[in-house]
Every structure is written in C-alpha cells, then in structure tokens.
C-alpha cells in the first residue's frame, strides 16, 4: 500500500460540486479566498492574469469540506494575507507546490502532503497547469474530537507536523478513505448523494488524521488519560467543578475539597489530567458558556460570561475565540438566526405550505404569513420582511395573507406551492 498514489490523480474530483469552469484568475482568487483564506497572487516571469485559468469545486460535509482548486497558464506565487483558522490538509494532484511556513519546507507531491494548522499563514509557489485538494476540518470540531479522544481538556491549538509522508502505512491507510470519500462524492448513487449522514465520515477521518498525522498531543493519544486510577480525593475536586462551574473555585476551595494541599492538588492534576486546575476550571467553564451561546438565549455575551465565573468580558471573549475560531457574539448571533429560521419553517409547516427553505427566515412569524413568498416585496421601517428589498413577490392572496399590513404591493413573482398542489399567488 505505500507505494499506492494517496490520492486520486487521475481525472479531477468533485466534478459534481463545480463553483467555476476556466474563470479568470481575479475571479479563481475570490473563490478561493471565500472557500479557505484570502491570499495575495503574483505572477512571476511577466504572465498577464488573463492568461490563468482557473477551476473550483467543493463540497461540505458537515466539519469538513473538501475544495479542488486548478489553475493553468503559469507558475504564481501565493502568499496567504491571514493565519489560517482550521486545518488543512494540502494533497497535490497534478503539478507542484513548495508551501514554506518560517523555516518548514514541504514540497507536495504524489508521495507528500502538507497539513496547515491554525495561526499559520504560508507561503506558496504553485508550478503551471496546478491541481489541489484541500481537506478543511474546522478546528471547534477536531479539537473537541480531540477531547473526546483523550478524556480531558485540549487547551491549545492542536499543532500539526507539517509535513505528511503519504506512504506511511497508517497515513497511507488515512488517505485512502479520503479517496473512497471521493469517489463516493462523483456518483450520484453512492452514500453521500443517497443522503447519508456525514457523521460517519467525518468522525472517521477525524480520528483517523489525529491517530496517524505526529502532533502536538500524539504523545496523550498513546498512553491514553483514562479517569480509572483517579484518585478518590481528586475525583471529588474534579465533581465539585463539573457541578458548580461558575462558582469561586480558588485554589484554596478546591484543596480543601480534596483534602490534600495546593501543591498536592497541582501536582495530581498534571499527572491525571493533564492540566493545571486553573486550566481544568477555565476548559469547563467555557464549555458551559459554548452551550448558552449555541441554545440561542435571550442573555448577552457578558451575562453568559458573568453566569459561568468569568469576571472579565474581553479576556473571556479572547479566551472563547482562541478555543472556537470564532467569537462569543458570532456563536450567539449564530443561534438566534438558526433558531429563527426554524421557527419560520415550522409555522409554514403547521399552514400545509412547502415554501423552499432558502426564503423561509426572519418575519414570516411576524407578519403571520405562513408563507414568505406571498408577502409583498418592500419591507416598511416598522416590519421586516423573509425576502431581499430589492426582490419582488406574489401579490397576497385570499389563501396567504398577512395579518399586518407589513410590505407594500409589488409585481407578481414565483407562486408558493402548497402541498397540496395549489398555488399561494
């Protein structure tokens, strides 16, 4: 098997999933930049951008995204302008690529990979006619992977060798199923166009990368942190924070709950847990704070905060950014539109309408209108309407009308089908 391509190099993958065919390079760096991270381009030896083509497809499953990338009509040089803020595993289809990161080198290849952590931000140097996959794995969902794995608290980034040897058998035995993945993706018949859930997937290659991949943790991984063979003493202080996160647990309290001293305290910590209590009490309670953003609450970020013992709203914004990728008002807002949406969805549910999802948010709830796309088209001060400003819509109709006057008329658009055939104009 180590002899065997990592990857599929014949053809170009997710050919189902196209976002450009032969775009211009402006264009082939938006989308790229969208997809992963932006990124300054040059163009060595005076090639003009309209001469580079460029080719993009990707796919979501859940946590992790697959995106091919192809250029063609010269060499360019890339350089990204933000850290990364997942993982990305880098696998060189046709052509080369020398990613440079400070003084790591990795030249991918057939037989070579690379794996871009977060906070990094490398440099490229793409050869002509260049095909890439990446593979995305957001870093909330590998790192609480992680923590799963370990049975405690990962309380930094999961640093990555950045150099992966494909033919490494338990590499080799990794990339394989992102080639299965792929070729699965290309039929419509198979797993994932028959509607699997991406779960299975991705908890795999999850697992699979942070077994095979050497990291920052790989040592934990292989001895395992197992909560038998706790002592009875530190499992109480251990309880005693998982039941009461957002109260004064200073070192004195937590001794006392143990009893045993400060230093004895710290010094088991580090052997059974791997963390100093510190750590261990800052790991639960930003995940008890993660729980309330993610429910959607009507509380702020500061009373979440202030609810589970963080005194200082910058520092815990800082501190919940640094774990999650991204900030504490950016999960909450997050939540609030989802849990809007789906209240939408509902509504149009329980009037019999079938209304596509994409226009189902926000007001339909308000106006009473149980289905978006009758409403009018421009929204008053007082109101906010499901659909764009700029769009039009049906004229209200004796079957969908709203019972405030929210919009004002507009032309007729795309009728709402109800389910049972008839229509909402």
Known sequence: MASEPAVLTAGRPLGRFPVLRAAGLAAGQASISHLLTPFAVALPGGIAGAEVRSDV????????????????????SVQLTEQVSYYDINFALEGVNRITDHDDLVELSTRRAAVISPRMAPAMRLSDAYGQLHVRIE?????????RLLGGPVTSPIRFRMEMDLTAPAVASWAGVIRLLLRDLDEPAGLTGAGAVPGP???FLMTGLLLAQPHNYSDWLARGRPAVGRPPSLQRVIDLIEREPGADLSLTRLAAAGGMGPRALQRNFR???????REYVRWVRLGRARDDLTA???????????RWGFTHAPRFAGAYQDRYGEAPSTTLQAARTQSRNGSSRRLADRQGQSCPSSVVRDAGLRT??????????????????PWPRSATRPERSSSCTPTASACTRATPAPTCTTRAGSSAR
Do not use: K, M, N, Q
């Open 201 to 203: 997937w991705t908890d």
């Open 271 to 277: 052997e059974y847990v791997g963390v100093s209590p």
């Open 57 to 76: 497809s990707a796919v979501r499953l859940g946590p992790l995204s697959l995106v091919y990338a192809r250029s063609a009509g010269g060499e360019l």
């Open 368 to 385: 009473g209108c149980p289905c978006p796309l009758a409403l009018p088209a421009r929204h008053r001060a007082s109101e906010v309407c």
């Open 139 to 147: 870093r909330p969902a590998l790192e609480h992977h992680l923590e």
């Open 296 to 306: 959607g609450a009507g509380d702020t970020v500061a009373e979440i905060a202030f």
